[in-house]
DNA sequence: GTCTATAGTCGGATAGAC
DNA sequence: GTCTATCCGACTATAGAC
């Protein structure tokens, strides 16, 4: 029973903490704010976490966790795709379109777990001493993969400047979604992603890369 | 004599105030790294900006107008092309790359401002008391001329939604490599933007601006 | 494991001499 | 206009009772 019960406090904190700092960044959330959150004594902070940067370093490894444990499959898949000798542009093409699908639902959707994302667009804005395990274990893995991809579909080796800075416009395609959110809803006059909205925004992105991919084609044109 | 001393103590607090709220952010800055990064009095905050909120809105107000000047001319060019009613396509994609290459310059070099664009960049993902009056002033204007040009290039209304996201889209190619700056040195092993790092962003970027064009053009493919 | 109480520090803002 | 000194509140972390 006191078993369950640590385990009920120190999480507990753990997700008000993400819904905390995502809202108001590290500086900004207090140890007051996150305790009051989470319904929890303030000494919990340092019993179970050490520190308050020891509770963000917390939610960071649990962001890792989850998102590599959702991306798993996914990335598994491509990962074998790419080894086949067999593989056609076609079924590579099909392969970045559900990958970028489903990047784009991650990102943009309120339903998935809004909240993570906001600290990792955070963390990529200003880095902070947790970057290194992020870019290492997440962004790294991520970047790579998709750079294998789109190397293959323009005809280019996975390691070559074209390929990682082509891959980085594709994604800038739709995270500029979330990390000007503000501007795009004010400018196109919604209240926030819907399903209408997401729908417009992935079928105007998933043309773009297509045409992207085609004029950065190498051999065949 | 004692003007020119005030004019000297506000503005140098001023532009202390902007590479310090760029680099810590609104909250990682206390007033006494403003002061000292100034060089000033602690009482100067207060004195001339009523408490350190009102220093930041300065700040903003300063970067609004700067940017503005800065932009005036290439607007009012673009402005009047897309009065006149002979305006042609080539001519119009040529303002749309003068205009981009322009951006990316400003976003990604270090020699204009970084410090102003890593203070909008902010704003963008933490809308703050000050985001109405940057975008009322700044962004939505900027933003508006943009989606007319691609409107235009596009065959569309620039009212329309089609236009909006495409527009998005495009700025999406280039201040990715702001915002997931980090991401982008490391996977491609730079130090930081140079010039020749510049060069390979600037024809990558507007290789793909012309593809997504074409893409979405409505009427002549 | 969880609580209260409090230590010790640093934050922004002010009062008042010069 | 500029300085020093200081206030007061908020902060994180700890000590120690239970």
Redesign the interface.
Known sequence: MSDKKTKATASRLLEAAIEVFAK??F??ASTRMLVNEAGVNISAIPYYFGSKEGLYEAVIEHIITTVLARQEEKSKEIFQALNKTDLTKGQARALLHDFVTSFIDILLSQRTSPSMVEIM??E????SSV?DRF?DEM??PT??IL?HLTAFLIGRKPEC??A???T??I???????K??Q???L???GWQQYGLREMD??KM??L??V???L???RKNEP
Chains 1, 2 share one sequence.
């Open positions: 108001y960044g500086d900004g667009i955070r990529q804005i200003h880095p970057f870019y962004l790294k970047h790579e750079t400047e074209e990682i800075l082509c980085h416009t994604l800038g395609q739709f995270v500029i979604f990390t000007h503000e501007l795009m004010r400018r196109a417009a925004i105007m992105v043309r773009n297509d045409a992207i085609d004029a950065n």
